[in-house]
């Protein structure tokens, strides 16, 4: 499991399972607070791969934010 976040876009990627560009094939998209979105990645064979959080600082605790590798 990886934690990568950027503090330029305050995006955060949780990463269950190592896998090439392209290979999420269906995606969910749900609301989380304040309206921000967490979007869900599955693999062809329905395995979740990562979940994305936009307005990461606000749905993520800072505790778990700061043990993120950061892109930026």
Do not use: C, H, W
């Amino acid at each position: 499991m990886r934690l990568t976040y950027s503090r330029s876009t305050d995006m955060a990627y949780l990463e269950f399972a190592s896998a090439p560009p392209g290979t999420a094939v269906r995606t969910e998209a749900l609301l989380g607070p304040d309206k921000a979105m967490i979007n869900l990645d599955f693999d062809d064979a329905g395995r979740l791969l990562g979940i994305e959080f936009s307005s990461a600082s606000v749905q993520l605790p800072k505790d778990l934010l700061g043990t993120a590798e950061v892109d930026d």
